[in-house]
């Protein structure tokens, strides 16, 4: 029987890593991440897991350590937000070309500056070309199930790339709510152990990880690497599979909320979804056929089947909730947008960024996008497809 | 057992081999392969390199000069890295993971750059935590890798590509940063200053120590750049003998807080002896100069008596 708790997202995520007993977590403390290292050390010192707790003095030396500890043949996890993920960039991208396997929750928080504590979404959009697979979570319970199948992705032979479970700061982070955990024997038997082929500590095998790579070989190096997170889509709906098989719960690389018949769409991320699902139903008691799609994989990016998804519809918001200051719209839209060209499918779609620094999303907003997409519908033109909403005084 | 570096040489495997692509007359290669030969040839080694000549030039895909297991992630985390390891190989060993009767070490190289400057909070935190590893500074006094930029190691007055000798700054206005001190007063239980000289003695034994002293331990190895210093490559250990018996590199090592020189000259040269065979001081020796040449003496005889008081007052204290 699995479990019925009531936690935040940040305890919910904790209770993964315990269950998960990696061999090494190494972290340093930023908001809202703080927590999941704070509770994860008491498990520590209580001795509930096996794990060696290393209280590292910065996030670049946390990604170093994790570096090493993967390397070493060991499990390793780290969690973290904002500039704390700014700060080991530099690691992020060398733990991807170094194919290892690392599991982190990213508890979003926007990046700096100026200096914000809250929620968005552009501390991850800063690593979305590393070479990390990149889940997101709606809610505690998504968070929790994302840590649970991460190993299973990551670690895959055809896979072998570092994985981060995003979910929104505060929103979710220290939301306490309704969660069902799995038993711990359960979890131990999903993830499994964690067997490398080629290890440091291994005495029998020396290894060299890590060299220096020229032009002779950097760029089939590269290839490999595109093509593990290529192979990670196949993976991710096997490990899901075997993930509702034990639970249940369905996961794929998106949920379609009400999209099949929709006429009208938002696409969006993380905790925004439960917002537009609420709204998405009010609609549809009106009438309106109104639907989500809810992306979980935004890396890697299942683009053909988000465009086959929405290809019906009429009208399509992207929601972005990071700015990405290059004049052409958010990450996710032009990753979209781009998905539909390249599939030949024409929607007229238009870009939201919203919610930046943890500016609250409501209903009202989300109901002012659907009305916005009934017009496009009607016109089939779009006017301006760079929007916003939550802005004080509206673009100019 | 005697230290005897034929028998050394002859029967411990140097980990470090033949074929690597640094210069001749380097001062690290030889550093690096007598640290490695210092550890039992019964244990396994796990070898953390900072980015930098000895990286970039031993370890180049497909080849390597490691035959020991090695790891290069970037420059100023070298000792994250590999306290990162060391804590997967305690979770292991703990959880029955590994063989119980094989023993590794971890052993970290970094140059002055990626450890006095770039990678000083990495070391510091390591060290700190207390990770059972080895760290080894070999110091070359300058960003040598990317074409001799001055660093925090760099001595007063050399001339380097971003501290060049000019008509107004004649050189590096300011002094080399004390590093082997700094790691003192991390309070580990090994921090030693050596250098390859004599048969590489005073080297092999205070990284044997340093290895095998449980802990995290720290050792600063003086290793001359032929291309940064200006010397002729066939001076190398000429110049690691001047360097000591002028007192410019003290050979020291603190044992638990207790200082001990490890070499005293018996008779200590002046430092125009160091410094006249190297290109980078050349400046120094120009007429109207001679304040610089008397400012370095000076500094150098401070930090010399500091030293001798700093054993003297340790061994004191711990009568």
């Known amino acids: 029987m699995s479990i019925r708790e009531r936690l935040s997202g940040n305890e919910a995520s904790a209770i993964a890593m315990k269950q998960i007993n990696p061999d090494v977590v190494a972290a340093f403390p930023i908001t809202p991440s703080t927590e999941i290292p704070q509770y994860f050390s008491t498990f520590v010192s209580n001795g509930t897991v096996d794990t060696e707790f290393v209280a590292v003095e910065s996030e670049h030396s946390a990604m170093s350590a994790c570096i090493g500890a993967e390397a070493a043949g060991g499990r390793a996890m780290t969690a973290t937000s904002s500039n704390g993920l700014a700060l080991m960039w530099e690691m992020v991208y060398i733990a991807s070309s170094l194919r290892l396997p690392i599991v982190m929750p990213l508890v979003n928080r926007a990046i700096s500056g100026p200096l914000n504590i809250h929620n968005d979404h552009s501390d991850a959009m ?37 994985l981060c479970v995003c979910q929104d700061g505060f929103i979710t982070s220290h939301s306490i709510e309704n969660i069902e955990l799995i038993e711990d024997d359960k979890v131990k038997n999903f993830v499994g152990e964690y067997k490398p082929e080629h290890y440091l500590l291994n005495d029998k095998e020396p290894i060299a990880v890590g060299p220096m790579d020229l032009q002779a070989y950097l760029f089939e190096h590269k290839y490999q690497q595109a093509n593990a997170m290529r192979a990670a889509k196949k993976i991710i709906l096997e490990v899901a599979e075997d993930f509702e098989k034990m639970t249940g719960r369905k996961y794929s690389f998106f949920e379609e909320y009400k999209l099949e018949d929709a006429e009208i769409a938002i696409i969006c991320m993380n905790s925004t979804a439960g917002t537009t699902k609420v709204v998405v139903d009010a609609l549809r008691e009106q009438g309106v056929k109104a639907g989500l799609l809810k992306l979980r994989v935004f890396r890697p990016f299942p683009a053909e089947e988000i465009a086959k998804a929405v290809s019906h519809v009429k009208a399509l918001a992207v ?78 | 057992m005697a230290y005897n570096v034929k028998e050394i040489v002859a029967n411990k495997p140097a980990r470090f081999t033949a074929g690597h692509r640094m210069c001749a007359g380097c001062g690290a290669p030889p550093v690096a392969r007598m640290i490695m030969r210092a550890l039992k040839e019964e244990d396994h080694a796990v070898v953390s390199n900072a980015t930098g000549c000895m990286e ?57 750059g990626g450890t006095y400057d770039i990678g000083i909070q990495s070391l510091s935190g390591a060290m700190e935590r207390g990770h059972d590893m080895t760290y080894v500074c070999y110091d070359n006094g300058a960003y040598m890798n990317t074409g001799i930029q001055r660093s925090s190691a760099t001595p007063r007055f050399a001339d380097t590509t971003t501290s060049p000798a000019g008509d107004v700054i004649p050189g590096k206005m300011q002094s080399r940063k004390d590093l082997t001190e700094i790691m003192a007063s991390h309070h580990l239980p090994y921090v030693a200053q050596t250098i390859g000289v004599n048969n590489f003695k005073d080297l092999y034994e205070k990284a044997e120590k340093a290895i095998y002293t449980e802990g995290p331990t720290f050792l600063n190895v003086l290793a001359p750049c032929p291309r940064g210093w200006g010397y002729p490559t066939d001076m190398l250990m000429q110049i690691n003998k001047l360097a000591i018996d002028t007192c410019y590199w003290p050979l020291y090592e603190v044992v638990d807080g207790k200082y001990k020189i490890t070499y005293k000259p018996a008779k200590k040269l002046p430092i125009e002896e160091f410094l006249k065979p190297q290109r980078r001081f050349k400046h120094m020796f120009k007429p109207g100069n001679e304040w610089m040449i008397e400012a370095f003496q000076e500094e150098v005889d401070k930090r010399w008596q500091e030293l001798l008081d700093l054993e003297e007052i340790t061994n004191k204290n711990n009568d």
């Open chain 1, 319 to 396: 929601l972005d909730k990071a700015e990405s200051l290059n004049a052409c719209g958010g990450a996710l839209f032009t990753d979209v947008t781009s998905g539909l060209y390249t599939n030949g499918m024409q929607v007229p779609t238009v870009n939201y960024v919203y919610g930046i620094g943890g500016r609250d999303t409501t209903t009202k907003e989300i109901e002012g996008v659907y009305q916005d997409l009934q017009e496009i519908a009607s016109t089939g033109k779009v006017e301006n497809p760079y929007r916003y909403f939550g802005l004080k005084g509206g673009a100019k």
């Open chain 1, 126 to 162: 800063g690593i979305r070309d590393s070479g990390w697979i990149m889940l997101f979570s709606e809610n505690n319970q998504e968070a929790y199930d994302n840590l649970i199948m991460a190993h299973r992705i990551a670690e895959h032979k055809d896979v072998r790339l570092p």
């Open chain 2, 56 to 112: 970039v030039s031993t370890c180049i895909y497909p080849y390597t000069s490691w035959t020991t297991s090695y790891i290069h992630t970037a420059f100023e985390c070298a000792a994250a890295t590999c306290s990162g390891a060391e804590a997967a190989y305690k979770a292991m060993k703990r959880q029955g993971k590994l063989p119980e009767d094989k023993h590794t070490k971890f052993i970290t190289f970094g140059g002055d």
